[in-house]
């Protein structure tokens, strides 16, 4: 178990449907990360001293630190552009019946919110275009995308850690074409208006697509030569199969999200990665001929999501990344031995010729033993290698 390559020629390798002398582990990301509690109880089953940064308020996450990422041997390291100049991201405390809420306004003005005795996420508290009309649409302050603030100095940085260190660089996940539509409307309301006003779903989408086209151009504009992966995604997915109709998905959605990754891939050689959970065996040819190469986190324990059946079907065409293990009722209950054995079984499925990279699937959650995730990576470099 040598390896002979460096962290960012094994995942260029295996993107490219080649084997390299291990798969590439990955951690660290907005969808393939970890949360606070689970961070925290890591850092003290190793016996170490941190001060615990948060990368996402919203999902909770921490950031791991460069000694986690080196003792579970990660090859990834995330790139991300910057709040624009004058945006308030800060979160404040307001009381609510009875109860303290921690609340943070998002550059859409979308409302997250989170109790002060339940300190796992934030879910969505107000939806700023919940009763507009379409007309409302043209005088609401949507952001902009390609404020150039955002990507200030970030050539600089990038910079220093593709010619500095060995590792990949992979961006922030962006491009959430669809969600953030929901976000703004209600989850509720907006499945009213696939049905009953389709205009409006059309003209919102067209609008939070200007955005992300402004955002890339300028982002990708900067460093688009240095990375190695661009991640992007919405979910279209949950257990048992698509959130919503196919035909409404490929009618409005898709050819609005493949303009959005065709747009990303003029302007970078990278790799385009689409994060989408559940069962979405149905979407994966659209997101093919879209021009996704990486499909994220792979929800193996979702309906018709089978390992096997995905790598033969889809393998030729696309990389998988994650799979590694049953999220659900694995990781989180399950003895490290368990842990171990699953993975050994799924790597052995999805190694073969190249096109992984290896992951949990999806966050690691605050109630999964410390354990459990050393367990996790410690077979995924054990397992991981092809000789």
Same mark, same amino acid.
């Given at each position: ?47 170490? @001293? ?8 919203? &999902? ?30 800060? !979160?404040? &405390? ?17 409302? #997250? ?17 919940? @009763?507009?009309? =379409? ?40 491009? =959430? ?34 955005? #992300? ?43 609005? &999200? ?5 747009? !990303? ?6 790799? =385009? ?18 021009? =996704? ?27 998988? #990344?994650?799979?590694? !293990? ?14 171990? @054995? ?46």
């Amino acid at each position: 178990m040598k390896e002979t390559m460096s962290p960012r020629q094994r995942l260029q390798t295996a993107l490219n449907h080649k084997e390299p002398d291990r798969v590439p582990i990955d951690l660290g990301g907005f969808q393939t990360g970890i949360h606070k509690e689970a961070y925290t109880k890591l850092i003290k089953y190793l016996d170490w @001293e941190e001060n615990i940064q948060i990368l996402d308020p919203v &999902q909770q996450l921490a950031k791991p630190s460069e000694a986690v990422l080196k003792r579970f041997h990660v090859d990834t390291r995330y790139v991300c552009a910057h709040s624009p100049t004058g945006f308030d991201g800060c !979160i404040r &405390q307001n009381i609510r019946h009875g109860r303290l809420w921690h609340d943070l306004t998002d550059e859409f003005g979308v409302v #997250w919110s989170m109790p002060e005795d339940q300190l796992l996420y934030m879910d969505i508290s107000y939806h700023p275009l919940a @009763e507009v009309s =379409v007309n409302d649409l043209q005088t609401y302050p949507f952001p902009d995308g390609g404020d150039p603030s955002r990507f200030a100095g970030l050539r600089q940085e990038v910079s220093h850690l593709h010619k500095e260190t060995p590792y990949a660089i992979c961006t922030g996940i962006g491009g =959430v074409v669809y969600e953030t539509c929901w976000y703004l409307r209600g989850l509720e309301r907006w499945f009213m208006d696939m049905i009953q006003n389709p205009t409006f779903c059309e003209a919102l989408l067209d609008r939070i697509l200007e955005y #992300w086209l402004a955002f890339y151009s300028g982002f990708l504009g900067e460093i688009g030569d240095l990375i190695d992966v661009v991640m992007v995604g919405d979910d279209l997915a949950g257990q048992h199969g698509p959130l919503f109709h196919p035909d409404f998905y490929r009618r409005v959605v898709k050819p609005r &999200q493949k303009r959005l990754i065709q747009h !990303i891939k003029s302007l970078t050689s990278a790799k =385009v990665w689409y994060h989408t959970c559940g069962s979405c065996a149905v979407y994966i040819p659209d997101l093919i001929d879209n021009g =996704v190469d990486i499909l994220n986190p792979v929800q193996i324990s979702a309906d018709g999501m089978d390992p096997e059946v995905l790598k033969a079907r889809f393998g030729k065409d696309l990389v998988f #990344w994650g799979g590694a !293990i049953d999220a659900q009722h694995i990781l989180p209950f399950a003895s490290p031995q368990e842990v171990k @054995e699953q993975v050994r079984k799924n790597l052995k499925i999805f190694k073969t010729g190249g096109g992984y990279v290896f992951n949990s699937v999806h966050n690691i959650q605050a109630g999964v033993p410390a354990e459990n995730i050393v367990a996790l990576y410690e077979a995924g470099w054990e397992y991981g290698f092809y000789s």
